[in-house]
């Protein structure tokens, strides 16, 4: 998998955030730019997966690509690269399985709409997968919430929630732990497995 570098690759940096006396955290800020992204261009959007690659790697490896971004070997930021589109014939948890990150990749990002309901409904969801996403889509009191959430090789976590109902920058989420399962498969992308160029990632 190729990093692409596309109009909405950014580089992130620490800045002021209203209402936190200390900077947010590259990974975070790199969160809130993709989620300022994704609000940006609507409801509806296919999964995006995202590589998150340090400047000085990327000075290194692909100077030219560094060069577009206008990197210089004075920050300390990290680049975020949009991956080629997810396959459709997999779900997003088998396709996380089949990633496999090399290790000049400092982490990455994933941006994602999901359905959700009240727990009171859950029991009337039918078994078979494909009719529960077409009973979920459909049923009044569902709603859809946007997720991008991203993690590095550290350790490091953040995550982002808006709720379509509640579309307002106000109502916007942000944390380490909002959505734990997800962030725990992509960390496994990132576990030690092929050693490959920085630029790839291989498909299991």
Known sequence: MQLIEEEQGSRSGPRPKAGKMDPVTLLEEAVLDL????????????????????????????????ERFHLSEDENTLVVLEQEALPHSHSIEEALARIAWPPTVAGCALVIERIILPPDVEEEMPEDEAAALEWAASHPRHDDVRIVVGVLRDGERHSVLRVRRHDTDEEVLSGPDLVPALADQLAATLEPDLPEEPEQAERR
Do not use: C, F, I, K
């Open 35 to 66: 989620e300022r992204h994704a609000a940006a261009a609507g409801w509806d959007a296919p999964p995006r997966l995202y590589a998150l690659v340090e400047s000085a790697e990327l000075l290194r490896r692909e100077p030219a690509l560094a």
